[in-house]
């Protein structure tokens, strides 16, 4: 059964900058996506950025909010995903979660109801 980790969260003023990492156990495929998604309490999780890694080649999306200041990134000899974070604003705080999925894909890169593996989710708060 796949388990993944997130780390990194934690508080920081606005305009500041975080790497959120996620480390996947028991899962390995050279075929994959995973992705980081948040949530508010009482809101529907949303897609932050997602990336997809086929036998090396590697595809990328961001929310409309994350481009231009988020990346996202993957290191397949580790098995962990990262997104760094930049020019953070209050508006980014939110549980953020991990989300890994392996082919063949149930949904489009922003539907979290096709992702079966996930963290337990991490708390990023930005300070105003």
């Known amino acids: 059964q796949a388990r993944l980790e997130e780390s990194g969260g934690g508080l920081v003023q606005a305009g500041g900058s975080l790497k959120l990492s996620c480390e996947a156990f028991d899962w390995y495929y050279s075929r994959k996506r995973m992705g980081w998604f948040r949530q508010a309490p009482g809101k529907e999780r949303e897609a932050v950025a997602v990336?997809?890694?086929?036998?090396?080649?590697?595809?990328?999306y961001y929310s409309d909010s994350a481009k231009g200041r988020f990346t996202i990134s993957l290191d397949n000899a580790k098995n962990t995903m990262y997104l760094e974070m930049n020019s953070l604003k209050p508006d980014d705080t939110d549980m953020y979660y991990c989300a890994a999925d392996d082919p063949p894909y149930r949904s489009n890169w922003n539907q979290a109801s096709g992702y079966p593996y996930w963290g337990q989710g991490i708390q990023l708060t930005v300070s105003s």
């Open positions: 990336i997809y890694s086929d036998r090396g080649e590697i595809t990328t």
